[in-house]
């Protein structure tokens, strides 16, 4: 069986925060996230990740995902990977992939072409090394005509080796079996007095066992981030990568400026995405939409032709040539169906917009259930928490709702009903009927005249001294 260790313990103390490094992230996801989903697509299920500085925070992102050992000193990769011994006596009998949860590039298919050459080449160890331009800070690749020699850290190197460009990418096959007997002979003998788990391919050649070296194509996979600076241009690297296959794939965008759009994010060929617009979490987004500019949306269903111009929508779902903006909060579960539109300062949450409904501007609509065609006038808010409790209001097909109305829930108007301007609706409204709420206006004529004749006067006198 093949399986994976993924070396989380670091503290990475210059990013300044109690957070392992593995936790920080990359377009919306923890670094680890990447490296675990890179070996659950490359077909490795069965993986222990080594926890370390603050290890409870990634074993409750893990939850039961996945296996997880404590290096309760953090003495080095070696002596991380040693804590993983009972893992994999449990899977002995196959090869184990060794990766860093700092290093979020590393891709499935990087994991199984190593693999391929790991066993054909019948290795006891494959390195996954990159070429990269500057090789600063990684261990430096040793090879032999026939082969690899092994590895030094930057620290250790002469001159000479520091020159080498082909680096470690820090993830490796082993042989299962062998891995565990490499472990049992590492020192800490070195400038960092640490346990280098690259020490084991110097102790495999010595006892006679092959040892290889894969070259990836993606330099990509050996890129970490030390500090904040280095993990904005991981966050930079991923974010391009996704807007130019985005842009291979026909869809619009003419300036990258705040747009930020994460990895599992789908959107059909002719939207156009515009300037401060972040795309979140699982959405997806049809075909010819015109999104943004300054746009949140996450975890959102969108269909085709929808203009979002000013939005944040969480959690819900819109139906296609829909039309809402600018500065309208879709809250979650949320369902706008199709043809409606919703215009400025509109408040939506956990309700159902019937299609071709229009709420032009000004509305709290919340835990509502409103039909097709129906118009809501400006200022309407739906009175849907006593202070102790959220009810629904319902509202018909092609009712009109005047401007200024209060629903008190819960309640429920019928269809084509009528409420005019300024009512407060607290019993239900019949289809067909006019709710009227309306107190007799009052005209008093010349009232001002009389209330400020004093005032006038004193003014007069003002002008004339
Ligand atoms: C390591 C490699 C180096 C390689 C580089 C790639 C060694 C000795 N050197 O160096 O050749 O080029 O990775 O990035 O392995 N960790 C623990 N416990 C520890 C020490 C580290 O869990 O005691 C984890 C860290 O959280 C990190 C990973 O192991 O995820 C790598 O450790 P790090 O200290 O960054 O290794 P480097 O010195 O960068
Ligand atoms: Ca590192």
Request: hydrophobic share 35%; net charge negative.
């Given at each position: 069986m093949n399986q994976a260790v993924i070396l989380a313990g670091g ?28 070996c659950?697509?490359?077909?490795l299920?069965r993986i222990c990740v080594v926890t370390g500085?603050?290890s ?10 996945c296996a997880t050992a404590y290096q309760a000193e953090r003495l080095g990769t070696g002596h991380a990977v040693m804590q993983t011994i009972p893992f994999l006596n449990e899977g002995a009998n196959g090869n184990t992939l060794v990766l860093c949860g ?12 190593s693999l391929?050459?790991h066993i054909?080449e019948n290795n006891a160890v494959t390195v996954i090394t ?9 261990g430096?690749i040793l090879?032999?005509?026939?082969g690899i020699a092994g590895i030094v850290e930057?620290k250790d ?11 470690n990418s820090g993830c490796y096959w082993f042989r299962t079996s062998d891995l565990i007997g490499l472990l049992g002979r590492i020192t800490n003998n070195n400038k960092q007095g640490e346990y280098y788990l690259t020490d084991t391919i110097a102790i495999a050649l010595e006892s006679g066992l092959r040892a290889g070296a894969f ?251």
């Amino acid at each position: 069986m093949n399986q994976a260790v993924i070396l989380a313990g670091g503290q990475g103390k210059r990013m300044k925060a109690p957070i392992p490094k593995p936790m920080f992230q990359v377009l919306g996801e923890p670094m680890l996230e990447w490296v675990l989903s890179a070996c659950e697509k490359g077909g490795l299920e069965r993986i222990c990740v080594v926890t370390g500085y603050e290890s409870e925070q990634i074993c409750s992102y893990l939850g039961d995902r996945c296996a997880t050992a404590y290096q309760a000193e953090r003495l080095g990769t070696g002596h991380a990977v040693m804590q993983t011994i009972p893992f994999l006596n449990e899977g002995a009998n196959g090869n184990t992939l060794v990766l860093c949860g700092d290093a979020p590039f590393i891709d499935a298919a990087t994991i199984s072409k190593s693999l391929e050459r790991h066993i054909k080449e019948n290795n006891a160890v494959t390195v996954i090394t990159a070429e990269v331009a500057d090789p600063t800070g990684y261990g430096r690749i040793l090879r032999t005509d026939s082969g690899i020699a092994g590895i030094v850290e930057e620290k250790d190197a002469t001159d000479e080796q520091r020159a080498i460009r082909e680096i470690n990418s820090g993830c490796y096959w082993f042989r299962t079996s062998d891995l565990i007997g490499l472990l049992g002979r590492i020192t800490n003998n070195n400038k960092q007095g640490e346990y280098y788990l690259t020490d084991t391919i110097a102790i495999a050649l010595e006892s006679g066992l092959r040892a290889g070296a894969f070259r990836s194509d993606n330099p990509d996979v050996v890129l970490g981030a030390n500090d904040r600076k280095g993990l904005l241009r991981l966050n930079e690297a991923a974010r391009m990568r996704k807007l130019n296959d985005l842009m291979d794939e026909g869809i619009g965008i003419v300036c990258t400026d705040g747009i930020i759009i994460e990895r599992h994010v789908q959107i059909g060929k002719g939207t156009e995405i515009l300037p401060s617009t972040i795309i979140r979490g699982n959405t997806v987004i049809g075909e010819n939409c015109k999104i943004g500019p300054n746009c949140v949306i996450e975890n959102t269903v969108i269909g085709d032709n929808v203009t979002l111009n000013t939005v944040q929508a969480y959690d819900s779902t819109i139906d296609s040539d829909v039309r809402i903006g600018p500065y309208v909060h879709i809250r979650p579960n949320s369902h706008i169906c199709t043809k409606a539109k919703i215009g400025d300062f509109v408040e939506i949450k956990n309700s159902e917009i019937g299609e071709g409904t229009m709420i032009a501007h000004l509305a709290y609509l919340g835990d509502s259930d409103i039909g097709k065609h129906v118009n809501i006038g400006c200022g309407t808010v739906t009175v849907n928490f006593d202070g102790l409790k959220k009810s629904r209001c319902e509202i018909g097909d092609h009712a009109f709702i005047g401007c200024n109305n209060n629903l008190i829930a819960p309640v429920s108007l019928g269809k084509d009903c009528y409420t005019a301007a300024g009512a407060t609706i607290t019993t239900d409204v019949p289809d067909y009927a006019l709710a009227i709420d309306r107190g007799t206006l009052h005209i008093k004529e010349g009232y001002t005249l009389r209330k400020f004749a004093k005032r006038r006067d004193e003014n007069k006198d003002e002008t004339k001294e």
